[in-house]
């Protein structure tokens, strides 16, 4: 096999992430289920959150796609891709199926005004979702490198020790079917890493976008914790350039 | 009662989209890998509904249980429900 480009940064990055999974926010879920259980408030909360944040990789996906031209990258990447958007989606339908089985909402409409499942722009899922819709304007490879091994890495191991942790069957089998999911939308990010990040801005760039898309992932977990919890949600912390105009 | 023949089903969805805006919310996907398109027969309530069977492209991936019938194109009374 011919040595790829980008393989070293590709492993870099994900090397990084990985030694960060085990320490975000959602670690204080993971220990509240595994030690007392959640109970039906949090679980539904948990649950609203994460549809929340699925349904809007529409929005997210849908930008990127508008940023792809013919031939710019070969048929394997969008493939991808949209394989990627497929998972997201069936991920998104998990949890509303969830939602829905254990009576949290009525309907499907009935999602958008619920107080767990809503959206709102003054919110940490908003300033992440944002985030990500902005890589739009970047290339395909650096805002897949951002994604996938950045956030998705972080979401892969928490994903794996709440269904550990958690006794109720029907969210460990949510978590759990979506992990080989997850497992190679990391893989597609390496991947695409390894073979077409080879200019050393690309890899600067990408060093830039997986710190940004996992900063602002963390932020929204953060939120989802302080809500499944019950704590006051817990500020960000402030940009460190103020911008005046 | 209904359900998924996987051999023929193409996982399109149309079932699931059509269940869920008439709120019947029978269709669900499978806590499995391959996240199948499964029919839970508590909540379907065919023959009263047979919207699924209007909107599935696979011929064959919808059979009654009971008979083993394939309702992929919709038989005639189906249109009549």
């Given amino acids: 096999m011919r040595d790829l480009p980008g393989k070293a940064l590709a492993q870099e990055l994900a090397a990084a992430s990985q030694a960060e999974a085990r320490a975000t926010p959602m670690e204080d879920v993971i220990a509240k289920a595994a030690n007392d259980g959640l109970d039906t408030t949090a679980t539904h909360r948990l649950v609203g959150r994460l549809w929340a944040l699925e349904r809007m990789f529409y929005y997210i996906y849908g930008g990127w796609g508008q940023g792809l031209e013919m031939n710019d990258f070969p048929p394997s990447v969008k ?31 009935a999602a958008f005004a619920d107080p767990a499942c809503g959206f709102r722009v003054n919110s940490s899922l908003a300033y992440y ?18 994604l996938n091994l950045g956030p998705k890495i972080l979401e892969l191991a928490w994903t794996e020790a709440l269904a550990a942790a958690t006794d109720d069957p029907e969210l460990k089998g949510a978590f759990e079917s979506q992990i080989v999911e997850n497992r190679s939308h990391v893989n597609m990010g390496r991947r695409i890493v390894e073979e077409f990040i080879s200019k050393p801005v690309d890899a600067e760039l990408a060093h830039w976008a997986v710190g940004i898309a996992k900063r602002d992932y963390c932020r929204y977990l953060q939120e989802v914790a302080d809500i499944v919890l019950d704590r006051p949600l817990t500020a960000p912390t402030p940009p460190r350039v103020r911008v005046l105009d | 009662m209904l359900k998924v023949d996987h051999q023929r089903c193409t996982e399109c969805r149309m079932c699931y989209i059509v269940c869920r805006e008439l709120d019947i919310n029978a269709v669900y ?12 027969p508590v909540a379907c309530t065919y023959p009263g509904c047979t919207a699924c069977l209007m909107y599935c492209p696979a011929a064959g991936s919808i059979v009654e249980v009971e008979t083993g019938r394939s309702v992929v194109p919709p038989p005639l009374e189906a249109w009549q429900a």
């Fill in chain 1, 79 to 109: 493939y991808l891709f949209s394989k990627q958007i497929v998972d997201e989606s069936t991920h998104e339908m998990l949890y509303m199926d969830l939602l829905l089985k254990k009576g949290f909402i009525a309907n499907q409409k």
């Fill in chain 1, 129 to 146: 979702i944002f985030s990500l819709r902005n890589l739009a304007t970047y290339p395909h490879t650096i805002r897949i490198a951002a």
């Fill in chain 2, 29 to 40: 996907v499978a806590h499995e890998p391959l996240h199948r398109i499964e029919i839970d």
